[in-house]
């Protein structure tokens, strides 16, 4: 009998075989639907395979293939963890396969998509599957090429050769980064199996190198400040079923690098590791959901919103830590399970919303929220679904954005039994951190619901949009049903991932399942409990109450009149609550520290026609403090070393003349 690993690899086998369908038929007209429902197909068969793998918990599966280094192979492995992402890697890429059939068609370069999405999708497969340090780098950097080249699909479009430049530069840095903690890990006996390095002893200052390179390496792919600058401008200039794939997916897969190195192969932890993990989340969770407030392109704001995210993830991870370090088993298993379930959330809620922001850019043309507007009642569905996301990424029961946050929080309070005074006091600060976050990521998502669809239509191309077509629609709703059903049943979703935990940890949460009512019950009743499924039917409850309340006792006639405009009228459009407007308090907070934001108000004397204006100008620390005086250095050095080339052979001979003296003499010294 096929083992599960061997049918996974088959799975990817048929997903390469379908890049080179894809490219034979790339300009035929049934290539979209060929391409599309191919991989929708084998994502699904994937799928299927890997569950059973997850539920089940048990020994992992091993498959070596006589390819890669002579004397190694290539090692593939299958158990819970590797598990537990496949069924993220393979449910996203179904969820933008049925998506891709009716955007494809919208699709303007459809040659340079179709070759490279079941690629893409295949790399991720492969080095979740990867076994040994140079099978992983291998698929790691052909799943980077081929996402890149997704990237690169509208090259001619205005900043998206510079998005596709900035990624291959941050990619490239994150695999060296990859191959030196490798290299950390096999030793000086060059042992690049995974067992090998799982089974072999680290020093702490080891440990502490591998931690800050897998921070990094896997820390850059997934979007971890100050590493994440490709990321708002790569996911922007992708398709957006690539960018849902990009976002939801890939950056999960990053993750799953860093827990596979830190979690499994690295050893037991040190409390002082989980510290800068702690602090990276954090400062990553505020900074990216502030950024995502301050931005006006719906896709960028998108993906500032996944490095907030990723924040909250690797907080969550960095308190695993520091419980494991300290022999707090169900407390590690807490905030690790709560990891791996907001991770699982993610790919969710920011598919589906990628999928909206598709679903209007196709429609309008549009990326700019501030011309929207009025697109409810044009795009109903498409603004039905897109507000299940708001409400889950927003963290709002009884949507499984809250169920997953609300396990973070609750591993948070478990911090006082925490022997280390440090982490005790840092661990509530995080906590404060990550629920400013997440008021902000409420604001924000409003800001995002309200400009884009409510209101009236700021532009002609707004007042002429249109719902899209049925694929799209499935898609969105399909993510949005299992938004649904992972908030009010989060108990399931707890004792799924269970087995993860256990294989890393060696400890789990109690079972969820048998508690009354569906609850769940991260530690004990006696110190909390949460209950979806009666969140839900309250909600639902109260909610009709007050619609039979008022349709019954209120007044029956319906009363028409204009919008309170804050006693200036205006019948234009322009005139509403524009985006901007709307986070300037926030702005004005939080921007003239972390953006360094001026507002420059033009405001013409009496009598001059000309219209007032207000100029908002805002900085990236990030970017200018730390990219731009290396990429200057970078370019300062290169033009001085261009002067090389134009050299006499007299002076190319002195040169090289020098450099044999001066390796000879650093020889010498050295011996």
């Not at 950097?141 to 430049?165: C, I, K, P, Q, T």
């Not at 849902?244 to 932890?269: C, E, H, N, Q, W």
């Not at 400062?283 to 996944?306: H, P, Q």
Request: one cysteine or more.
């Amino acid at each position: 009998m096929t083992s599960a690993v061997a049918q996974q690899l088959w799975c990817v086998a048929t997903l390469l075989g379908t890049t080179v369908l894809a490219i034979a038929t790339s300009r035929s007209r049934r290539s979209t639907a060929i391409v599309y429902g191919a991989t929708l197909a084998i994502s699904l068969i994937a799928l299927s395979r890997c569950l059973p793998v997850l539920v089940a918990g048990g020994n992992a599966t091993e498959l070596v293939l006589p390819v890669g280094l002579p004397w190694l192979g290539a090692h593939f492995r299958l158990d819970a963890l590797a598990a537990f992402f496949l069924a993220v890697v393979n449910l996203g890429g179904a969820a933008a396969s049925l998506y891709g059939l009716g955007y494809g068609s919208h699709e303007t370069a459809p040659h340079r998509v179709l070759p490279f999405f079941p690629a893409f999708l295949a790399g991720m497969n492969l080095v979740v599957l990867a076994d040994d340090a140079f099978t992983f780098l291998l698929c790691w950097e052909f799943m980077s090429l081929a996402s890149w080249a997704l990237v690169m699909a509208h090259h001619r479009e205005a900043d998206n050769a510079r998005a596709g430049y900035v990624y291959l530069v941050m990619a490239s840095f994150g695999t060296l980064a990859l191959l030196l903690a490798f290299g950390l890990l096999s030793g000086a006996g060059g042992g690049y199996g995974f067992a090998t390095m799982r089974a072999a002893q680290h020093s702490p200052s080891e440990a502490g190198l591998v931690l800050a390179l897998m921070l990094l390496g896997a820390g850059s792919k997934a979007g971890l400040a100050p590493l994440h600058v490709w990321l708002p401008l790569a996911h922007p200039a992708a398709p957006s079923h690539v960018s849902a794939l990009m976002s939801g997916v890939m950056t999960k897969v990053a993750i799953y690098g860093f827990i596979r190195v830190v979690f499994d192969l690295l050893g037991p932890p040190n409390w002082s590791s989980a510290v800068v993990v702690l602090v990276l989340g954090s400062a990553t969770a505020v900074l990216g959901i502030l950024s995502a407030l301050m931005e006006k392109d719906l896709k960028r704001l998108l993906a500032y919103s996944t490095i907030e995210n990723i924040g909250v993830i690797f907080a969550s991870l960095g308190l695993a830590l520091a419980f494991q370090a300290n022999g707090l088993g169900l407390a590690a298993a807490l905030a690790f399970t709560a990891a791996l379930f907001h991770i699982l959330n993610h790919s969710f809620f920011k598919s589906l919303l990628f999928f909206g922001a598709g679903a209007v850019l196709s429609s309008t043309g549009q990326r700019n929220i501030e011309t929207l507007g009025g697109l409810i009642h044009r795009m109903p569905l498409t603004s039905f679904a897109f507000l299940v996301g708001c409400v889950a990424i927003s963290a709002l029961p009884p949507f499984n954005g809250f169920a997953s946050e609300w396990l973070v929080f609750q591993a948070i309070l478990q911090s006082p039994d925490l022997p280390q005074w440090g982490l005790k006091v840092m661990v509530p600060a995080v906590g404060a951190s990550l629920a400013l976050a997440a008021a902000l990521a409420a604001a924000c998502f409003v800001k995002a619901f309200g400009i884009t669809f409510l209101g009236r239509a700021r532009s002609p191309v707004a007042e002429a949009a249109g719902e899209v077509d049925r694929c799209s629609l499935a898609a969105m709703f399909a993510l949005a049903v299992l938004c649904f059903l992972a908030g009010i049943l989060p108990g399931l979703v707890i004792d799924v991932l269970s087995p993860v935990a256990q294989a890393l940890l060696g400890h789990r949460m109690p079972v969820q399942a048998s508690d009354p009512w569906l609850s769940i019950v991260p530690i004990e009743e006696s110190r909390s409990s949460y209950n979806g499924l009666l969140v839900f039917v309250f909600i639902t409850a109260t909610a009709s109450l007050a619609v039979y309340f008022i349709h019954r006792f209120a007044s029956h006639a319906i009363r028409r009149g204009p919008a309170w405009g804050c006693g200036f009228t205006d019948p234009t459009p322009a005139a509403q609550y524009s985006g901007v407007s709307f986070v300037q308090p926030i702005r004005r907070v939080f921007g003239t520290l972390v953006f360094q934001a001026r507002e420059h108000v033009e405001m013409p004397p009496p009598g001059d026609l000309r219209p007032a204006r207000l100029k908002v100008e805002m900085h990236d620390p990030v970017w200018e403090g730390l990219y731009a005086p290396v990429s200057g250095a970078v370019w300062f050095l290169a033009d001085r070393l261009n002067q090389l080339q134009f050299l006499t052979i007299r002076r190319y001979l002195s040169l090289v003349f020098a450099t044999l003296v001066t390796l000879l003499l650093v020889l010498a010294i050295w011996s």
